[in-house]
């Protein structure tokens, strides 16, 4: 159980375009999501924290006009990067918080997005 | 803020040999502590935790950590490791329902 998938799981787009990457739990509803961005050969970056029915909390530095974040239900958010350029290239993941479970500090993690802006 | 700090970037071991990856974070505040891994072509597992109690905690498939507050550490061991322990493993700290990481420790396993 727990599952959190992610789609498209690769994409390449050409720059000034925009993307939408869904996340979605599976067989939980998940009231909190997070988007995560890593780079190669380092960590994941909280990006923001997603609450369904409410907007986005972005992390200091993440342009929240950029990086799109939408929760419209328990199960699925959607992060869409406007206007991509090649700089956003990389590889995008997202974690679920189950409502069922007491401790707030438990997350499953999608499979990831990679994202290739050309 | 919190920051986490793995001194490990690539571990070369052979099978049965014991692991031990290092973690140290820096936050003033109350924390749990995690350790994550990622099978190459999978996502992130968590392999186990650490909120309180008994700071030795033992995690999935033999893999256990100790905290020790006093040196901010939370190291990753393992007394024998085998060839399908190759993964990258993520060491991170929460506090305020956040989730901070380390940079990853590439854990190559020689059969």
């Known amino acids: 159980g727990a599952v959190v998938s992610?789609?498209?799981s690769w994409v390449i787009c050409k720059s000034g375009t925009s993307v939408k990457i869904e996340c979605r739990s599976?067989?939980?509803?998940?009231?909190?999501?997070?988007?995560?961005?890593?780079?190669?050969?380092?960590?994941?970056?909280?990006m923001a924290t997603s609450n369904e029915g409410s907007k986005a909390t972005y992390e200091q530095g993440v342009e929240k006009d950029k990086f799109l974040i939408n929760h419209a239900s328990l199960t699925l958010s959607t992060l869409t990067v406007t206007s991509a350029h090649p700089e956003d290239s990389s590889f995008y993941?997202?974690?679920?918080?189950?409502?069922?479970?007491?401790?707030?500090?438990?997350?499953?993690?999608?499979?990831g997005t990679r994202l290739t802006v050309l | 803020a919190q920051s986490v700090s793995q001194h490990n970037h690539h571990v070369i071991l052979s099978e049965a040999a014991s692991l031990e990856l290092g973690c140290n974070y820096s936050y003033g505040g109350t924390v749990n502590l995690f350790w994550y891994v990622q099978y190459p072509g999978q996502h992130l597992q968590l392999l186990l935790k650490y909120f309180s109690g008994d700071p030795l905690v033992k995690g999935i498939k033999g893999f256990e950590a100790e905290f020790i507050k006093s040196k901010f550490s939370f190291n990753l061991r393992k007394p024998s490791v085998q060839w399908s322990?190759?993964?990258?493993?993520f060491c991170a700290v929460s506090s305020m329902e956040k989730l901070t990481f380390g940079t990853g420790t590439r854990l190559t396993i020689i059969p």
């Open chain 2, 85 to 89: 322990d190759t993964a990258e493993y």
């Open chain 1, 26 to 46: 599976l067989d939980f509803q998940a009231t909190t999501m997070f988007w995560y961005r890593q780079f190669p050969k380092q960590s994941l970056m909280l």
């Open chain 1, 6 to 8: 992610q789609h498209p």
């Open chain 1, 93 to 111: 993941i997202c974690s679920a918080r189950p409502d069922w479970i007491s401790s707030t500090d438990t997350q499953y993690f999608g499979p």
